[in-house]
């Protein structure tokens, strides 16, 4: 363990074990930071981390963020991912979704606070809820219901932005707010029940694909490099507000399932079933200030993002085969 050594920078992230909390401890690891990962496990998984553990520059701590954070030595930065982020997920356990945004971020503020570190947190563009404007802009304020089934991951994402806007004004601490767009990559769960690993496993077990809805609901997705290299970027710099991080390119589901079936060359039929309460009708980010302020845009198109999150899924599945 380095507490306090040299001028290495030393940075928290808490959800290190998720889908994009371990693409960043990789990614700051590669940077030189000596990276402290915190997760309680509830959807993350020790699988997307456990190459990091024999490397000195990284350590994990098995920790509720709910509950008082403590972390000795110096801390330069702290990245908030620990989250449920998926419907399926959140619908599931709705309470933790609330504490963790709310408690949990009022205690990493505190431990920012008392370190000096920057903080920085994941937003999402779920807090433009089922948008009237579009594409979403930073300075749209959502449509949000705060009483439906994504009222608990919403609202307590919105209640994050206001406790971390808060300690920056009243407190001056340093902070950053992305404001996440659907994005996709190796490590997402099979089965969080979101469009991208569900049509995946779908198709490679040759079920019929399921749209929700007719599927004329579009959304945009941004492979989770690209993603990595926005909040990295984010991080360094001094913008205060939030920013969007995501790529524009639009596409509806009932699309995207076609794609993904033309891509696994399975010859599965698509299947509709009825469409959830509140489910946004179209998404997509306005990226001007990620690219004006951050000199950031998204480079991975989906075709190739595809093909390489298909590759893990095979390999995930075939894995899982060979270990019933
Ligand atoms: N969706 C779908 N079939 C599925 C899972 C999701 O048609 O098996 C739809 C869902 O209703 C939504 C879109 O795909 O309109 C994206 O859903 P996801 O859960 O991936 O993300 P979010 O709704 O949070 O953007």
Avoid at 8 to 34: C, V
Avoid at 194 to 207: D, K, N, S, V, Y
Avoid at 277 to 290: G, L, N
């Amino acid at each position: 363990m380095s507490l306090n050594n040299s001028g290495q920078k030393r940075i928290l992230i808490t959800g290190a074990a998720g889908f994009l909390g371990s693409h960043l401890s990789d990614r700051f690891i590669k940077e030189g930071y000596h990276v402290i990962g915190m997760d309680n496990l509830i959807t993350g998984s020790i699988s997307n981390i456990e190459h990091l553990f024999p490397l000195k520059e990284f350590e994990f701590y098995f920790h509720d963020v709910t509950k008082f954070v403590h972390v000795p030595g110096k801390l330069d930065y702290i990245l908030h991912f620990a989250s449920p982020a998926s419907p399926i997920d959140y619908l599931k356990i709705p309470i933790q979704t609330l504490k963790v945004g709310s408690l949990g971020t009022h205690n990493l503020l505190g431990l920012a606070k008392e370190k000096k570190a920057r903080f920085l947190i994941a937003s999402t563009s779920e807090i433009y809820g089922d948008p009237q404007v579009h594409p979403q802009n930073e300075e749209y304020w959502g449509n949000v219901n705060p009483i439906g089934p994504r009222g608990v991951y919403d609202e307590a994402k919105r209640f994050q932005e206001a406790i971390t806007m808060a300690y920056h004004t009243y407190h001056g601490l340093e902070t950053r707010i992305v404001r996440i767009f659907n994005t996709y990559g190796p490590r997402m769960r099979l089965n969080d029940g979101r469009a991208l690993p569900a049509f995946f496993g779908q198709a490679i077990r040759g079920e019929d694909i399921t749209v929700f809805g007719d599927g004329s609901q579009t959304r945009s997705f941004c492979f989770v490099d690209d993603l990595v290299e926005g909040i990295y970027r984010l991080l360094l710099s001094d913008y205060a507000f939030p920013v969007n991080i995501g790529n524009p390119d639009e596409i509806t589901i009932k699309e995207f399932a076609e794609e993904i079936i033309k891509l696994t060359g399975t010859d599965q039929k698509i299947i509709y079933t009825p469409l959830p309460k509140d489910d946004p009708k179209q998404r997509q980010p306005d990226i001007t200030k990620a690219k004006e302020i951050l000199g950031w845009e998204p480079k991975i198109g989906r075709s190739e993002g595809l093909k390489i999150t298909y590759e893990y899924f095979k390999n995930i599945l075939e894995k899982s085969k060979l270990s019933v």
